[in-house]
């Protein structure tokens, strides 16, 4: 075993294995991979080793596309089979909603370049005869699915790696992780010490452990997955053989199970909501290749409705049922990328969907370390979007909430309620008193909207308009007509300070920094001017004689800004970065009549003159400290107020009171996000990724190209000179009873032309056959449409899609928001629009102009 690397990637299933081959091919081959026993000694081995490319993240979809073209690749380079099964797969939906959650993943997969096709319970069944059809409304064919040798595909992997350079040395645990001053990690192991410039954290079901070793305890869990296997069944063999080819997979959201041939059985699986999680305190690192004892009353009710709706099954015998455990993270999506915190140290762990994401993974993972950016949007898969309150209770309860719900449709208006509350501020029973819906939002509990006196506050979950659709409306016109009171604690908040913060900010931020007392709106760009940030930011008078910064950005984004700002911070500790979290909580007043509320608190003048729009300024309310910045997020004349929260109720109470007269009213956050569509505002992780650069995210203004070298300024002034392909732009859509919701396809009527900003189908899918062996494409019965598959539809294309939208109250239309071609962004056309809204396309119109005081008076006023 070498003494030195510039990269140990710890553990050995596919996802270990998958870096390490990764890393080889990017050039890095003084690496090497320490696995405690064998290859495949975790998860891996007793996998089911199913592979698909659909995700409810279409930017996770993307890369299991990745991961299932690369295996070919693989095979070629190590010379070891994949046994690769490219079968394709049907999702069946037994209920209209479900049929509706297919609509939308369909819709999703046409600017993703996935080539599903909406069918017919009739046309499942002549694929998987082992069905009873009726008990199915329809179903969704997605030809990229299929299954592989789990031992081989992650010996593939490892073949392929050796050859490009990479050692892997086995029979070697990992027992201790040190750093030294320069960075350099100090990998103690069994056989000795590899000092390595970077370590991996790849070590599946010791994940947990390995990130003990550093000071960090990753919200991972492991649950005990059961499948079982059938004896050889006639009709199985009788397909096989009237066909020449295998039998498909199934999903069954009803039954929660999924199902596919093995070898002349059938093999399927369970995700029961009697799930049940295993050594949820540590990984014992003596567990090998061993199962655990099943539990077959446990998954009963979900064999019951199996063999409902697959009797064929029913009759068969089992010959083994495994049951062994598997990784997740509280979302059921990895965790990848660099621990905020920590230097050179990486995740790739809670991989459960190996075969379908490992590869992808690798991929992404070798691009952040060779070349500073994954090249892709991870953020659904970033290690960096869980914060500090996911702690081991926590994590158990949201994993076990996850696997119980993992063939589960999920609402778009659906809070999920395992852990919570887990952070509350001091208003959190003064609005459930007040009748509020509340949200997790980054951990923390957050008034939606508020239900009407006399009613359950609750939502009806739909993809359609819901019960807070009334009340939502009343909540925007009060606010817009007189005044309203939000809780905004949900927002992240830091200070910057020392001598040179100014400079520091203005190398980060594509903005010049404020004057004392004043605000900007800022962006913060990567060094590939992608868009990683979206700020507020306010100069603060001088402490110590020390320069001083407010910065409030996107609470999701916490560590994931830190982990930035870390980066860059001078190695002299001149600068110095506070993360408040919830240690300071805001309230906001918006409408007409908050200047004339807010006057009554303060005992200093705010007139138009004295405390001027984008004006920053810490001043008493209602007799408490506070910081008050002259802007809200609704667009309109507001103020965000911001205190230590030992004075959150005491400002509130305050606001109540004085608010009276006024007709104050509470609103929550469903109304300040439609109320930030009537301004065509853009949202962070939404329409704001880094995927896009700063013009494309039609953020022009807020980027000052001539103030200083701020990183990612080449590239920005690049995208600038040679003008953007895609633009952010804001749609008018002539809904029905269901508005969009993110992610759904913008159609545009160009005749031939091809703008090219669509992904072009990857070309590795199987052919879909009737019960006669004959093949079928297009049928499309399920829709009674030809134009439900594809991505062109004579004169009309799939151009562009949608970050987000919904229902703008106050001028009472529906909109959305996305990203098409900059050729087509600002033209308003009638007719040159269609947005797929739950399977139909709806007529929309790109609006240039916010329809909500378009000019910016009001809120200036």
């Not at 009710?301 to 697959?310: A, Q, R």
């Not at 106050?810 to 087509?824: D, F, I, R, T």
């Not at 909500?852 to 008076?857: I, Y």
Request: charged content about 25%.
């Amino acid at each position: 075993m070498k003494s030195h690397a510039k990269a140990v990637v710890i553990g050995g299933g596919v996802v270990g294995c998958s870096v390490l081959y990764h890393l080889a091919k990017s050039g890095w081959t003084d690496i090497m991979l320490i696995e405690r026993s064998e290859l495949t000694s975790g998860s891996s081995w007793h996998a089911a080793g199913g592979f698909h490319t659909l995700n409810g993240d279409p930017n996770v979809a993307k890369l299991q596309a990745y991961t299932v073209q690369l295996y070919k690749e693989i095979e070629e380079i190590s010379g070891q089979s994949c046994s690769l099964h490219l079968t394709g797969g049907v999702m069946m939906a037994d209920t209209p909603e479900r049929m509706d959650f297919l609509r939308l993943a369909h819709a999703k997969g046409r600017y993703l370049g996935m080539d599903t096709e909406l069918i017919t319970p009739s046309e499942a069944k002549a694929m998987f005869p082992l069905m009873d059809e009726t008990n199915f409304v329809g179903a969704m064919w997605d030809p990229v699915e299929g299954h592989l040798d789990p031992s081989g595909t992650t010996h593939a992997y490892a073949k392929a790696a050796r050859k490009l350079g990479a050692e892997i040395v086995l029979r070697n645990r990992v027992v201790e992780l040190t750093q030294e001053v320069d960075g350099t990690w100090n990998v103690v192991t069994e056989q000795g010490t590899v000092k390595a410039e970077h370590v991996v954290n790849c070590g599946g079901l010791w994940a947990r452990e390995i990130g003990r070793m550093v000071g960090v305890e990753l919200p991972v869990l492991a649950m005990e997955h059961m499948y079982l296997l059938t004896e050889p069944m006639p009709e199985v063999e009788e397909f096989n053989k009237s066909t020449g080819r295998e039998m498909i997979g199934v999903l069954d959201f009803k039954g929660e199970i999924y199902t596919r041939q093995e070898r002349n059985g059938i093999l399927l699986g369970t995700y029961e909501k009697a799930c049940k999680p295993w050594s949820p305190v540590s990984t014992p690192w003596d567990f090998g290749h061993e199962l655990l004892q099943p539990d077959i009353d446990r998954i009963a009710p979900s064999l019951e409705i199996g063999f409902k709706h697959f009797p064929g099954i029913e009759k068969a015998g089992i010959k083994q049922i495994i049951n062994g455990p598997f990784t997740f993270a509280l979302d059921g999506n990895p965790l990848v990328g660099p621990v905020q915190g920590l230097t050179n140290f990486w995740c790739a762990c809670a991989v459960m969907a190996g075969f379908s994401q490992g590869g992808g993974v690798g991929l992404a993972l070798s691009n952040w370390m060779v070349h500073g950016d994954p090249g892709f949007d991870v953020w659904g898969m970033d290690v960096a979007r869980f914060g500090e309150w996911a702690t081991l209770r926590y994590t158990n309860a949201k994993v076990r909430e996850n696997y119980s719900r993992r063939f589960s449709i999920r609402f778009p208006n659906e809070e999920l309620p395992a852990a919570r509350p887990a952070q509350t501020t001091p208003l959190y029973d003064t609005m459930i008193a007040n009748n509020a819906v509340m949200g997790d939002s980054w951990g923390l509990e957050t008034p939606l909207w508020f239900a009407p006196r006399g009613s359950e506050p609750k939502d009806v979950v739909s993809f359609h308009r819901s019960n807070d659709f009334g009340p939502i409306g009343e909540e925007v016109r009060a606010t817009r007509e007189k005044v309203g009171v939000t809780e905004i604690a949900n927002f992240a908040k830091y200070e910057v300070s020392g001598p040179g913060a100014e400079d520091f900010l203005n190398r980060l931020m594509t903005n010049r920094m404020p004057k004392t007392g004043r605000i900007v709106l800022t962006p913060m760009l990567n060094e590939f001017g992608r868009l990683i940030g979206d700020f507020t930011i306010a100069k603060a008078s001088p402490r110590g004689g020390e320069e001083r910064f407010m910065i409030w950005g996107s609470s999701a984004a916490q560590k994931y800004h830190m982990r930035w700002f870390e980066k860059h911070l001078p190695k002299d500790g001149s600068i110095r970065i506070h993360r408040f979290d919830q240690t300071l909580v805001g309230l906001s007043i918006a409408g007409p009549k908050s200047r004339d509320l807010l006057q009554k608190l303060v005992d200093v003048d705010i007139s138009t003159t004295a405390f001027r729009f984008m004006d920053f300024r810490e001043m008493a309310v209602g007799g408490a400290p506070c910081m008050v910045n002259r802007i809200t997020y609704t667009g309109d004349l507001g103020y965000e107020i911001w205190m230590a929260p030992a004075y959150q109720r005491l400002v509130y109470k305050a606001i109540k009171e004085a608010g009276e007269e006024f007709g104050l009213v509470d609103f929550g956050m469903r109304a300040l996000l439609s109320m930030r569509l009537e301004k065509n505002f853009s949202t962070w992780f939404r329409e704001l990724r880094p995927i896009y650069g700063p013009f494309e995210g039609s953020m022009d203004r807020f980027i000052k190209l001539e103030k200083n070298d701020f990183i990612g300024r080449e590239a920005a002034a690049k995208e600038q000179a040679e003008g953007p392909k895609l633009r952010r732009v804001s749609f008018i859509v002539d809904a029905a009873d269901a508005d969009v919701m993110g992610d759904e396809p913008i159609w545009a009527k160009v005749g031939g032309k091809d703008y090219g900003t669509v992904e072009k189908p990857h070309g590795y899918g199987a052919p879909r056959f009737d019960a006669g062996g004959k093949e079928v494409r297009g049928s499309n019965a399920a829709e009674g449409a030809s134009a439900v598959r594809g991505i062109v539809d004579g004169d009309w294309r799939v151009v562009g899609w949608v970050t987000s939208g919904g229902y703008a109250h106050y001028v009472e239309k529906s909109m959305a928001q996305g990203y098409v071609p900059a050729a087509l962004a600002e033209n308003e056309s009638a007719g040159l629009f269609e947005i797929e809204i739950l399977g139909h396309r709806r007529p929309a119109r790109v609006n240039v102009e916010p329809p909500f005081d378009p000019s910016g008076e009001k809120m200036r006023t």
